[in-house]
């Protein structure tokens, strides 16, 4: 791919074609964001953390263009782009400029000073080198700058590579950080898979890959032949248990949010609603009314790319064919671009695709069931498990249920709303693979640990050679000394100690 070629998903229109970074420039890329990468390490903690608030600044004050790209290659509603997208970064700077460091601060280790006579130990959090971070079209701002921020605070270079589908606002966004950090420290690959794969294997010391499983298991498998680190964060199929006392008004507006919210085209849309039969009849009611209100273009906007069109739209005739019910929507919307009916379908076929597969669009399913337990576990017969929620009247019943399902990231009364806040880790089980973002969990990632250990003992340790029987029974007497002994063994071990010190030296 030398050009990078697309329409607009709002309108099918073609836009102008981006270029493509060559493959056999991407070495090139990886060692110059190393080189660079040693300065910025270089630089106190302080200071990178300051950067890392100038950075955001200067996200927020670009707001406008970054919205409006936004809207040009995912067709996101204005609304969206701002809250989802732009706003966070705020949080990104604030929190890891400010609770950042103390993640990152060495740790001094005392030794012994029997057993290690005259050391010192500390234990250091450095960078791991230059980072690959390769990231999806679905948020494409706020993904990326949720490993940036990181990153860039331990002292890494990285190398980025967006998604095909969103190469111009992933440029606005390089270049901004580019002004913050200077040129080399953050490069950017243009490109698609040919380029992801060859990035992954151009000695990059970690990687973290955020997108779909069929593509997390490449990447895993490139990473683990190379013996680098890879953190993976992939699909996923959320579901929501509905209780017996659920405020049903308040649930069926957030269930519909959380299933419509980017066009279901998020990691953690909610895509299976399991109610319990008490509440399932008024629920899935109100769901069809609140989503037949949804105004697509102002609520709802475009799928992003034909493929994705093309599976939600397989996903929904599977399961009407199947004989689901169709509370909302059901079809392509006949406006020009890429649109798909926000739609809730109910009382699905348990095998079909659409309550097995990721569908990533503005699709829900809702299917009543027995009870509480039937809904637990059915909500965790699924390959994915990235978030999940539970909505009650009963908070402390919530937490419990909550506790029970097998996810990532549990909810009471919400879902997946937490991926913008930097404090709480992102990630989850399953196919969804095991990468975490947000938190201090987000920097195994990207760091590692240094032991450091200097010896200011000026004599030969009493372990070194030559090996003698003196020594063997000193090791015999401290494996006594240290064992479960009675005080009698104890003695008779420091005795024999004392001994072999005595005729070791
Ligand atoms: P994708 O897997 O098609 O692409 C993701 C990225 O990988 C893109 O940049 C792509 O160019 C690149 N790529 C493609 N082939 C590659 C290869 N062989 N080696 C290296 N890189 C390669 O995913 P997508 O369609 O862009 O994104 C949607 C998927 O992302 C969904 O499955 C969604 O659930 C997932 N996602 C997960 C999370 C999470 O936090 N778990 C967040 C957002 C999106």
């Known amino acids: 791919m030398s050009a990078i070629e697309g329409t607009r998903p709002r309108d099918g229109e073609a836009r102008m074609p981006v270029e493509a970074t060559p493959v056999e420039a991407i070495g090139g890329l990886v060692a110059r964001a190393r080189d660079a990468g040693f300065d910025h390490a270089a630089r106190p903690l302080a200071e990178r953390a300051g950067l890392l608030r100038a950075l955001a600044d200067a996200i927020l004050a670009d707001g406008e263009a970054i919205v409006a790209l936004l809207e040009e290659e995912t067709g996101k509603p204005a609304a969206e782009a701002w809250l989802h997208e732009v706003v966070p970064t705020a949080d990104l700077g604030s929190w890891w400029s400010s609770q950042g460091p103390a993640h990152l601060a060495t740790e001094a280790v005392r030794l012994d000073p029997l057993a290690y006579p005259g050391k010192r130990a500390r234990v250091e959090v450095v960078p791991r080198g230059v980072v690959a971070l390769i990231t999806p079209w679905n948020f494409p701002v706020a993904i990326p700058l949720r490993t940036l921020f990181p990153a860039l605070l331990a002292g890494n270079g990285v190398v980025w590579k967006p998604s095909e589908h969103t190469p111009r606002v992933a440029a606005r966004v390089h270049g901004i950080v580019r002004e913050v950090f200077g040129p080399d420290l953050v490069e950017l690959v243009q490109g698609a898979g040919a380029q992801g ?5 151009a000695d990059v010391d970690a990687v973290v890959f955020t997108g779909s499983v069929a593509t997390g298991r490449k990447v ?54 399991y109610a319990v039969a008490e509440v399932a009849g008024p629920l899935k009611a109100r769901l069809g009314e609140l989503a037949g209100e949804l105004v697509p273009g102002r609520d709802v906007g475009p799928l992003v790319t034909e493929a994705q069109l093309a599976t939600v739209e397989r996903h929904v005739r599977e399961a009407v064919d199947g004989g689901a019910e169709v509370l909302a929507g059901g079809e392509r919307l006949e406006r020009g671009g890429r649109w798909f009916a926000p739609t809730v379908l109910a009382e699905v076929e348990p ?131 240290r064992g479960k002994g009675g005080p009698i063994t104890k003695v008779r071990a420091v005795a024999r100690l004392l001994g072999a010190l005595r005729r070791r030296f």
Request: with cysteine; charged share 20%.
């Open 351 to 481: 095998s079909s695709a659409a309550l097995r597969e990721e569908t990533f669009g503005p699709v829900v399913v809702v299917q009543t069931v027995a009870d509480e337990a039937a809904a637990v576990a059915a909500a965790n017969d699924s390959r994915f498990g990235l978030t999940a929620s539970v909505w009650t009247r009963d908070a402390a019943r919530g937490e419990a249920v909550a506790r029970r399902l097998r996810a990532g990231v549990v909810t009471v009364n919400n879902h997946a709303f937490t991926g913008a806040i930097p404090a709480l880790p992102w990630g989850g089980v399953g196919e969804t693979g095991f990468g975490v973002t947000n938190s201090p969990h987000a920097l195994h990632a990207l760091v590692r640990p240094r032991a450091v250990v200097v010896d200011g003992n000026a004599r030969p340790e009493l372990y070194w050679h030559p090996y003698d029987e003196a020594l063997e029974r000193l090791g015999k007497g401290m494996a006594a000394l």
């Open 220 to 273: 895993g498998a490139a990473a683990g032949r190379a013996l680098t680190p890879a953190s993976l964060e992939l699909g996923g199929k959320d579901a929501a248990v509905v209780l017996d006392d659920a405020d049903l008004e308040r649930t069926a507006r957030g269930l519909l949010w959380a299933a419509m919210a980017n066009a279901g085209q998020n990691c953690a849309g909610l895509e299976r609603v």
């Open 197 to 201: 794969a060859a990035l992954v294997e």
